[in-house]
């Protein structure tokens, strides 16, 4: 709450709700034109790479490879939330499949304890996207909204005065 707080002194109440709507607005539009545009940094793992709330920009082509040093945004089976993780290691098993282990930058160890039980590696099919460019705290409208939820509410409800206010008659 005090992170909020003192964005909201700093932005400006107008201010923010301006870059909340324009996130969506944005994010919108580049889903047109990028597949698995965006995902919110929403913890410090990745620091100095990236901070809480910062905007990545992702791709997935298939026919690229994963290389180590690669920052990749990946979902393990039975959690609900992405993580945002580099890749550490590269490994090939003896059939031609290419796995590989990740570690947050910020991080002492690697991810094996956060994968599915039993599961040593990632495959490409656990990848959402790769990280390609970010904007920097654009996402905390995000993470807000995700904190409180009746601050998405309000949001809600704010937007639609102000469709409201600004129809045309």
């Known amino acids: 709450m005090a992170v909020f707080k003192k964005v909201v002194e700093a932005i400006g109440l107008g201010d923010l709700l301006e870059l909340g709507f324009r996130r969506v607005s944005f994010t919108s539009k580049l889903n047109f034109s990028w ?88 495959e490409k099919k656990d990848v959402i996207g790769r990280a390609k460019g970010f904007v920097p705290y654009v996402g905390m409208v995000t993470i807000a909204m995700n904190d409180y939820p009746k601050l998405k509410y309000f949001m809600l409800a704010l937007l639609g005065f102000f469709v409201l206010e600004n129809r045309e008659n």
């Open 35 to 122: 597949r698995n545009v965006s995902a919110v940094s929403d913890d410090g793992s990745m620091e100095p790479a990236f901070y809480r709330g910062d905007l990545l920009m992702l791709n997935n082509y298939d026919s690229e490879p994963i290389r180590v040093g690669e920052i990749v945004v990946f979902k393990i089976r039975g959690r609900e939330i992405p993580i945002v993780h580099r890749v550490l290691r590269v490994h090939e098993d003896k059939d031609g499949k290419t796995k590989f282990l990740t570690k947050g930058d910020n991080n002492s160890v690697d991810d094996r304890g956060l994968y599915a039980d039993g599961q040593f590696w990632l």
